[in-house]
Antibody, heavy 112, light 107 residues
Framework: EVQLVESGGGLVQPGASLKLSCVAS????????MSWVRQTPGKTMEWIGD????????NYAPSLKNRFTISRDNAKSTLYLQMSNVRSEDTATYYC?????WGQGVMVTVSS | ETVMTQSPTSMSTSIGERVTLNCKAS??????VDWYQQTPGQSPKLLIY???NRHTGVPDRFTGSGFGRDFTLTISNVEAEDLAVYYCLQYGSIPYTFGAGTKLELK
């Protein structure tokens, strides 16, 4: 059974950095592109970006490219999202995805 | 970026009815559209991929169609478990983009 389990969320101050993790199981992690998607409290869905199976290539939403970095560790079957200089508008639930599978999501709240 | 405009924003229906949800792309995306269903507190679940292909285990009352800019999701014989928010997603061009969702409610 495919499982994607996100962690690392919480309350963070504006301007800070935060790194989310997603541990994958139930499939050969190194064979698949992986993605991050977020959903705001108002339920707007936003694709953040994705990463090639070997980590050699990434795509990002242009509005997030300068602050967010996606990486992976295939030896640990783990996907990461490094968020820097976070803003209140980054408050959302962050999902790790490998279509058609989604994690349960992790909440990030940006507030002073 | 490709903007996905979903309509209506919300829809009231009765059990057993047939409903059609729409998604219009600001530019052609071919058949690169998925439909997701999300119920409160849950992650989105894939219903339709490639515009018209039903994902494994999805009841055949869900039908997707469309090509290019116009896409529809039809639910025949709505059941209570279908009351949810439905999102379309285009992956024809980066950045991938979602519609704002259609909330299906009980009349």
């Amino acid at each position: 059974e495919v499982q994607l389990v996100e962690s690392g969320g919480g309350l963070v101050q504006p301007g800070a950095s935060l790194k989310l993790s997603c541990v994958a199981s139930g499939f050969t992690f190194s064979d698949y592109w992986m993605s991050w998607v977020r959903q705001t409290p108002g339920k707007t869905m936003e694709w953040i970006g994705d990463i090639k199976y070997d980590g050699s290539y990434t795509n990002y939403a242009p509005s997030l490219k300068n602050r967010f970095t996606i990486s992976r560790d295939n030896a640990k079957s783990t996907l990461y999202l490094q968020m820097s200089n976070v803003r209140s508008e980054d408050t959302a639930t962050y999902y790790c995805t490998r279509s058609p599978h989604w994690g349960q999501g992790v909440m990030v709240t940006v507030s002073s | 970026e490709t903007v996905m405009t979903q309509s209506p924003t919300s829809m009231s229906t009765s059990i057993g009815e047939r409903v059609t949800l729409n998604c219009k792309a600001s530019q052609s995306v071919g058949i690169n559209v998925d439909w997701y269903q999300q119920t409160p507190g849950q992650s989105p679940k894939l219903l339709i991929y490639g515009a018209s292909n039903r994902h494994t285990g999805v009841p055949d009352r869900f039908t997707g169609s469309g090509f290019g800019r116009d896409f529809t999701l039809t639910i025949s014989n709505v059941e209570a478990e279908d009351l949810a928010v439905y999102y379309c997603l285009q992956y024809g061009s980066i950045p991938y983009t979602f519609g704002a969702g259609t909330k299906l409610e009980l009349k």
